[in-house]
């Protein structure tokens, strides 16, 4: 009885080994390209590269299309006759301070809409000195409070300011609105 035990473990060990030496060796003889599958694996691979040459070339090309297309971000409006320009200045973040130092944080986002498209570059070309006069405005406005009621806001008196200062930079006459697009105030 333990010899025929014996054998049914040997069958089952060869088995195994017949297994693995099989699994083995298919493994050996799939890793070794036949002369055919190399000639198809060189042509597909140099397929590949000429397509991903191509698709560089396309990424390039839109990315050129794609600057071209947005022009100058912060402008918009005047496709057709009569259309409003609009200049976006970006958001503006600052401290209001009082007597005791900073009391809260106000953001602003103002948008400047404009006569013509020449009016619009020259601020777009200047934008960080449009950027500034924004800035040095506001911020002596708010900390002197000329530009606001208590804690709040004068709305009124920033547009008018606004309008004042960007006017000195391209001529008050270009500029037909100064639009507060949002304020958000903080307290600290």
């Known amino acids: 009885m333990m010899e025929k035990q014996r054998g049914k473990k040997m069958k089952s060990f060869d088995r195994l080994c017949l297994l693995i030496l099989t699994v083995a060796l298919c493994g050996a003889f799939s890793l070794v390209p036949t002369p055919v599958y190399a000639e198809a694996h060189a042509e597909a691979k140099a397929e590949a590269k000429k397509d991903e040459g191509e698709k560089k070339e396309e990424k390039k090309d839109e990315k050129k299309d794609s600057k071209k297309d947005k022009g100058d971000s912060d402008i918009t409006g005047g496709k057709f006759d009569g259309d409003p320009i609009y200049v976006h200045i970006q958001p503006v973040l600052l ?14 986002r103002i948008d400047v809409q404009v006569k013509n498209m020449g009016v619009a570059d020259s601020m777009h070309s200047n934008m960080l000195r449009v950027k500034n006069a924004v800035f040095e405005t506001l911020y002596t406005g708010f900390s002197d409070g000329t530009l606001r009621v208590g804690r709040a806001v004068n709305v009124t008196k920033v547009k008018t300011r606004l309008a004042k200062v960007l006017g000195k930079s391209v001529g008050r006459e270009n500029i037909d ?4 697009q949002s ?3 903080r307290m600290l």
């Open 183 to 185: 304020i958000a105030q």
């Open 177 to 180: 609105e100064v639009l507060i």
């Open 95 to 108: 401290p209001m301070i009082g007597d005791e130092g900073a009391e809260q944080l106000v953001t602003i």
